[in-house]
């Protein structure tokens, strides 16, 4: 007989973006290492499709999964937590069960019975998380968003009904809240938290555990009041505030009054092996020898998780070799010469659309002029192929993406004119790549067969080929039959490489990615004065 699957539930109250990503890929940090196999889901009752067409600015990051799911942000945080690969099954959005639903209406498959929210899209989300679940001792679900929103009532029903559904002693409530400081009475208001426990009761569910967030830690009185109104022991309460580093979440968890628990829900009192998660917090505690600057030539300047699995990228690589790390933003709209020279490398991330491209553009022809170390991302390559174009004298490369311009040495897939504002029609997820032997992008991965993640639509246009070489550049890397342009590099440069595909997605904090981890060594290689420069291996 099969093992009954254990499954926890994380909601949150009062606010969003209170860390129910970061606390459930904790918990799940925890179980794993204390031997537990784990999957986890994220579900958003957004009426979107999927996250490829939400706003960057607004909703941070679009993640990508191995399978080509372009999902939430949350996903990014479960991969590098629990260093697993997700699949699209790991994202739930509404709109695309609402449009499933309808599509079964319309062909018949409900028999002419009423179409409901209950059971009908509420029997979806189940079905959903069970096929998620699938082959692991517990599988974590978070719904996004804060329990009252309209939009995610079906989801609640349906947790609420799971548990019944599994046996409650299979499944788990956690719920976080968010209790405010008010500066002008000088106390913290659990007030909100409150009545978020009271919404979530309302509906049916009274949780089996509370995270109390905070900016500063909150007295004891709090989490008594908490349990008190919320129905729970105060054991059931942690207090959560504010620490300098997600990181040491797991450690938390693994220590408080939650882990009797969690030992309990899962049937294992085994001690959580977290040595990795404690040598992490050493090593981004320890005070450097080094420091660099790598400015991120950015153009989307006010949500910095927009960038936040390049950003975790930089951070690991440095965390993993001991140097001090100062990330510069650079607004691609206003980007100058003195911005460039005021960093040690550059990093040009993906992105979309024609603002900030000349920026963008700038930044790679000063770093092939002044030897700079360079990372290009997907668009990073791009803009790197255009400036090469445009050294070797050819003044009006461009991309098909920003202008009509016949010097399209940066050109729309094949199939994909006409889709330019469409979701789901990039190239997505994993596709493999062949990098040439001796350069540096082989040296780099140790390997010249490789697979990387990817999300754009346009590719270079190899009958530029010629132009882009007499600028500085060389392929380094393709696609297996040759089509398509995967890597390029600057052979008389010290660090000077990008690709099409989007490497921070399989970066991990304990494992960085090796092109993050060469423009660290570079960056700090440069920095050297030349008669103390050692030989650095850029290699992970």
Request: glycine content about 10%; aromatic content about 8%; overall charge negative.
């Amino acid at each position: 007989m099969a093992k009954q699957t254990k499954y926890i539930f994380v909601t949150g109250g009062v606010l969003s973006g209170v860390g129910k990503g970061i606390t459930a890929a904790s918990i799940g940090a925890v179980l794993q290492a204390k031997g537990s196999s784990i999957s986890i889901q994220k579900c958003d009752p957004y009426l979107n499709v999927d996250a490829g067409l939400l706003n960057p600015a607004e909703h941070g990051e679009c993640f990508v999964t191995r399978d080509g799911a372009e999902t939430d942000l949350d996903l990014g945080h479960y991969e590098r937590f629990l260093d697993i690969e997700v699949t699209q099954q790991s994202a739930t959005l509404s709109g695309r069960l609402l449009r499933e639903l309808i599509e079964d209406e319309r062909a018949g498959k409900f028999g002419g019975k009423t179409v409901q929210l209950v059971p009908h899209l509420t029997g979806a989300i189940k079905r959903e998380i069970t096929a998620s679940s699938a082959g692991s001792d517990v599988h974590i679900v978070e719904l996004g968003g804060t329990i009252g929103d309209y939009e995610g009532l079906s989801y609640v029903e349906a947790f609420r009904e799971f548990g019944r559904q599994v046996g409650r002693e299979n499944a788990l409530y956690v719920h976080v809240v968010y209790v405010p400081f008010i500066g002008t009475s000088k106390e913290f208001k659990s007030k909100p938290a409150q009545n978020a426990l009271n919404d979530l009761r309302g509906f049916g569910i009274v949780p089996d555990v509370v995270i109390v967030r905070s900016d500063a830690p909150a007295p004891e009185s709090v989490r008594s009041k908490i349990a008190m109104f919320g129905g729970v022991s105060d054991d059931a309460v942690l207090l959560m505030p504010n620490v300098d580093s997600v990181f040491k979440i797991p450690e938390i968890i693994a220590s408080s009054s939650l882990r009797p628990i969690l030992d309990t829900f899962v049937g294992d009192t085994t001690e959580p092996d977290l040595t990795k998660w404690h040598d992490l917090v050493l090593r981004q505690k320890a005070v450097p020898e080094t420091s660099i600057s790598i400015g991120l030539v950015a153009k989307y300047m006010d949500n910095e998780d927009t960038y936040i699995s390049v950003l975790e990228s930089l951070k690991a690589a440095a965390w993993n070799q001991g140097v001090g790390l100062d990330i510069k933003w650079i607004n691609a709209e206003t980007a100058t010469k003195e911005d460039f020279d005021a960093v040690d490398g550059l990093l040009v991330p993906g992105g979309f659309g024609s603002r900030g491209i000349e920026g963008k553009i700038a930044a790679a022809d000063y770093a092939l002029t002044t030897k700079k170390p360079y990372l290009g991302i997907c668009l990073g390559l791009q803009t790197a192929v255009i400036a090469a174009a445009r050294r070797s004298g050819l003044a009006d490369a461009n991309s098909t993406e920003f202008s009509d311009t016949p010097s399209n040495v940066v050109y729309i897939m094949d199939g994909q004119q006409g889709k330019e504002s469409t979701g789901g029609t990039l190239r997505l997820g994993d596709y493999p790549a062949q990098l040439k032997p001796g350069s540096l992008a082989a040296n780099v991965y140790e390997a010249t067969d490789i697979i990387e993640r990817h999300r754009h639509r346009y590719e270079v246009n190899q009958k530029f080929l010629k132009n882009i070489e007499e600028g500085g550049v060389v392929v380094s890397g393709t696609s297996p039959d040759g089509k398509l342009v995967e890597f390029i590099e600057a052979p008389e440069h010290p660090y000077f490489i990008a690709t099409q595909a989007h490497p921070e997605f399989r970066s991990r904090p304990t494992r960085p990615h090796p092109l993050f981890s060469g423009l660290i060594a570079a960056a700090v290689s440069a920095k050297q004065p030349v008669a103390t420069k050692q030989s650095t291996s850029v290699a992970a």
